[in-house]
């Protein structure tokens, strides 16, 4: 996972808090996507960002949710007025251009715990 | 999205015995991918299958793309303590998304 670096790695908050985790895609790389997982679960995809543009957000809760991948600076998952069934691994993956899935290079996720 | 079906859930296996997984879905996969999640961490490509009926290897893994284009399944041979994680299926859904398994946790007895 060298290479994609998310923090916090940890992120506890109170129900009702904002959430902000935060993605450095790997040099070179202008594609980032975000996973979410549920304990005992698989990843499932929220959204696909380059460079100033949501590609596809289909997998992101309407409500709450939101993200950002700036021309400088780490993409932004931002979750509002946190519920605990928030609470799961969040996932950043970045990519080449041109690569897909296959060039994926996973970060080793922000753990969110709502109390 | 798609439904991946991953099986089994959860293993023990004695070091040393070989370990077989599968995963199944209701739709077809132009590609199937392999994963290995280690506690704390994020996933890691293990394997890559690109084509119906492919036979990859990386070490002590195999994997099969099946001719279905619907399953694969995953073999480590010779298992050891440091095979211990979660291994995930996932199957590329359209240029960029990626459908995953719920995962198969493997332990195993020294």
């Known amino acids: ?115 | 999205g798609q439904q991946l079906n991953q099986s089994p859930q959860s293993m023990f296996i004695q070091e040393g015995e070989d370990v077989s997984m599968n995963c199944t879905s209701s739709s077809i996969f132009n590609t199937w991918l392999w994963y290995k999640q280690d506690p704390g961490e994020g996933p890691v490509l293990l394997i890559a299958l690109y084509k119906a009926g492919e036979l990859t290897s990386n070490g002590r893994l195999t994997a099969q793309f099946g001719i279905t284009r619907k399953d694969s399944f995953l073999n480590i041979s010779a298992s050891i303590p440091s095979d211990v994680g979660i291994y995930f299926c996932a199957g590329r859904s359209n240029d960029y998304k990626l459908s995953f398994g719920a995962g198969t946790t493997v332990t195993v007895r020294a």
């Open chain 1, 1 to 115: 996972n060298a290479g994609v670096m998310q923090n916090p790695r940890h992120l506890v908050r109170r129900r009702g808090q904002e959430a902000r985790l935060r993605c450095s895609p790997m040099k070179g790389h202008s594609h980032v996507y975000w996973y979410r997982q549920l304990p005992e679960e698989g990843l499932k995809f929220m959204v696909y960002l380059q460079k100033e543009n949501i590609i596809d957000e289909s997998g992101m809760p309407k409500e709450r949710f939101s993200a950002e991948f700036p021309k400088e600076g780490p993409s932004i998952l931002r979750i509002q007025q946190v519920v605990r069934g928030d609470s799961a691994a969040y996932f950043c993956a970045s990519s080449p251009p041109g690569t897909g899935p296959n060039g994926y290079t996973f970060g080793s996720g922000t753990r969110l715990t709502v109390v």
